[in-house]
């Protein structure tokens, strides 16, 4: 069974730094990438990036570029996203989700499948 | 403000068929395909279709995917309580760069 567990809840000041994680369980997790969606308190999801395990070749949005960090480490099936200096406007639940290709006639998709239960984040002075 | 444009609100009853729609453009829609979400209150959200039109395994055929030009449109037919959700459409292009519509809030009456 595919599983994603996200790490818990955090409560961090301003300023602060973290770093949450997303364990991948039941695939061959190096092929798989994983991107990660805000979504900031009674809104809509909002695509942060995407990380290849294997290579760790990244992309970001250009709306979170610069504010977080996507990374990998396949040899424990774990992806992470990291800020290095929190915002209050950074509060919000942040999912993962393993993106699998899909292919027919005419096209070729590649689309989250499976998502993580979701890290609740909170930046409070 | 997102690119793709949902309406902020849907409503059917019981049985109804009740349709979302999704706006974009020629560089998101246009040129990629489409992807729905059903996200039901306090977790985390679901595929429900992809390729424009593709269920995967284990979502109910109620649930139709289509699209034509610019626009895409979700298609919940038979609606029944348990539908009362958040439903998103979504693009990735082909360099992997993702969008969400604004999210359609569906009650069932």
């Known amino acids: 069974e595919v599983q994603l567990v996200q790490s818990g809840a955090e409560v961090k000041k301003p300023g602060e730094s973290l770093r949450i994680s997303c364990k991948g369980s039941g695939y061959n997790f190096a092929n798989y990438r994983i991107g990660w969606v805000r979504q900031m308190p009674g809104k809509g999801l909002e695509w942060i990036g995407i990380i290849y395990p294997t290579d760790s070749t990244t992309k970001y949005s250009p709306s979170f570029q610069g504010r977080v960090t996507i990374s990998a480490d396949k040899s424990v099936s774990t992806a992470y996203l990291q800020w290095g200096s929190l915002k209050a406007s950074d509060t919000a639940i942040y999912y993962c989700?393993?993106?699998?290709?899909?292919?027919?006639?005419?096209?070729?998709?590649?689309?989250?499948?499976?998502w993580g239960q979701g890290t609740l984040v909170t930046v409070s002075s | 403000q997102s690119v793709l444009t949902q309406p902020p609100s849907a409503s059917g009853t019981p049985g109804q068929r009740v349709t979302i729609s999704c706006s974009g453009s020629?560089?998101?829609?246009?040129?990629?395909?489409v992807t729905w979400f059903q996200q039901l209150p306090g977790t985390a959200p679901k595929l429900l279709i992809h390729s424009n039109n593709q269920r995967p395994s284990g979502v109910p055929d109620r649930f139709s995917g289509s699209k034509s030009g610019t626009s895409a449109s979700l298609a919940i037919s038979g609606l029944q309580s348990e539908d009362e959700a958040d439903y998103y459409c979504a693009v990735w292009d082909d360099t992997l760069n993702g969008v969400f519509g604004g999210g359609t809030k569906l009650t069932v009456l």
């Open positions: 020629i560089s998101n829609i246009g040129g990629n395909t």
């Open positions: 989700a393993r993106h699998s290709g899909y292919s027919g006639a005419g096209y070729y998709s590649i689309v989250p499948d499976y």
